[in-house]
């Protein structure tokens, strides 16, 4: 997966970013919606990276679902790209 330098959801374009720090020390990713940003921790590996960016997507995408629920639909979509790599490319 490609991880964009920016992302437009919901017709906001939210920067992205590889970072070496985080405020929340715990976190490996974090949403700004004031800002329209996503930081994303570096020291993960890719695997790791991409399945952060997607649950801050999620949490750009609607603010009022809970960490959980955010954490599962992060993880079932991640795994539905990457187990059909062809789902979104052009053709049958």
Do not use: C, Q, W
């Not at 919901?10 to 329209?36: H, M, P």
């Not at 649950?55 to 187990?83: P, Q, R, S, T, W």
């Amino acid at each position: 997966m490609k991880i964009p330098r920016a992302i437009k959801i919901g017709g906001l374009k939210y920067r992205v970013k590889i970072v070496k720090k985080i405020d929340n020390k715990d976190s490996s990713g974090e949403t700004d919606t004031r800002k329209l940003t996503i930081l994303l921790h570096r020291d993960h590996k890719r695997e790791a990276l991409e399945v952060t960016f997607m649950h801050e997507l999620f949490h750009a995408i609607n603010l009022n679902l809970e960490e959980k629920e955010v954490e599962y639909l992060a993880m079932a979509f991640y795994g539905l790209l990457k187990d059909n790599p062809r789902l979104f490319k052009n053709g049958r």
